[in-house]
């Protein structure tokens, strides 16, 4: 497993962004596809959107897709999820998640279920304004 550290949560109006990230110890960063996951109160934790071990494949919800984009620094061991347009509806925790170490055949692989991650950051509140 991996420790992760989500920040740049936050209050913001409807129509408005905000940019998380998610930092992640140790050195199987770059080995790991990662996800994002919400949960709002009173509901089951959601998939939000998901991207490779390489960053070269990318994978969203319907509910997002066209205004929030997933990216990773494999470098910098961090990924982030760009947040636009942001709506009522998307007020949730959302929580990073990682998965088991990959070998390089799944260079592309992603994964949309939780039970595909072992390691989940502690989440960042989301609140959006009408």
């Known amino acids: 497993q991996v420790q992760l550290v989500e920040s740049g949560g936050g209050l913001v109006q409807a129509g408005g962004s905000l940019r998380l990230s998610c930092v992640a110890s140790?050195?199987?960063?770059?080995?790991?596809?990662m996800g994002w996951f919400r949960q709002a109160p009173g509901k089951e934790r959601e998939f939000v959107a998901a991207i490779s071990r390489s960053g070269g494949t990318s994978y969203y919800a319907d509910s997002v897709k066209g205004r929030f984009t997933i990216s990773r620094d494999n470098a910098k061991n961090t990924m982030s999820l760009q947040m636009d347009s942001l709506k009522p509806e998307d007020t949730a925790v959302y929580y990073c998640?990682?998965?088991?170490?990959?070998?390089?055949?799944?260079?592309?692989?992603?994964?949309?279920?939780?039970?595909?991650?072992?390691?989940w950051g502690q989440g960042t509140q989301v609140t959006v304004s009408s």
């Open positions: 140790g050195r199987t960063f770059s080995s790991r596809a």
């Open positions: 998640a990682a998965s088991p170490s990959l070998s390089a055949i799944y260079l592309h692989r992603i994964y949309r279920t939780a039970h595909d991650y072992d390691s």
